[in-house]
């Protein structure tokens, strides 16, 4: 157990550490009506599917003067829609956790500047907004120590306890004292020729 806790712990340190920040978007109706509010449900996966290109990814990139390809962005970011709360949710994951803060607000405030422009044209009662709620911050999601270890300690035990049982297994059958005859024979044991060991000449 000791041994599978340490290797545990060893590799933990040995990763490099990855912080994710999060960035929540709220998506609201102008308006309470059913017929707008069910068209936001649908427009959401919508939403999704616009931020997750590569158009979108580059004008982060623009805006945040970084040194990365769309491609290499768009690995480090994932865009999921919260149906029931009507929420778009962006994650970055990257060794920086400030690098990641100051990039999920930025596809937040890209995404807010899109719906304003959207709206223009709509009437009021008409439109969808978007307001980003809080400040991004991160928090490291890897190496997850405790855990590792915690699984190493219970991985030791599990293989320590199947070491211990298979070698009572198979000493079980191994006659070592009396009573082991007699348990097994189910007889008692009258009389035993003891050792002798060889004298030297």
Do not use: C, H
Request: negative net charge.
């Amino acid at each position: 157990m000791l041994l599978t806790m340490g290797s545990a712990l060893v590799f933990s340190k040995a990763q490099t550490p990855l912080y994710r920040s999060t960035q929540r978007i709220l998506i609201a109706p102008a308006r309470n009506d059913f017929g707008l509010t069910q068209t936001l449900v649908d427009l959401l996966n919508s939403y999704v599917t616009w931020m997750s290109t590569a158009t979108r990814a580059q004008t982060v990139i623009d805006t945040l003067k970084l040194d990365n390809t769309p491609d290499q962005l768009l690995a480090a970011v994932q865009i999921t829609a919260d149906r029931n709360n009507d929420l778009l949710i962006i994650d970055v994951n990257l060794p920086d956790g400030e690098q990641a803060n100051r990039i999920a607000r930025a596809y937040g405030e890209v995404f807010s500047q899109w719906r304003i422009d959207q709206n223009q044209p709509l009437q009021l009662q008409d439109r969808i907004n978007a307001e980003l709620l809080d400040m991004p911050r991160y928090s490291q999601i890897r190496p997850t120590t405790t855990t590792n270890v915690l699984a190493g300690a219970l991985l030791g035990m599990l293989i320590g306890g199947a070491v211990v049982f298979v070698i009572e297994t198979l000493s079980a059958n191994i006659v070592q004292r009396t009573t082991d005859i007699e348990r097994v024979l189910q007889l008692p044991v009258l009389g035993a020729i003891p050792g002798t060991a060889a004298k030297e000449s």
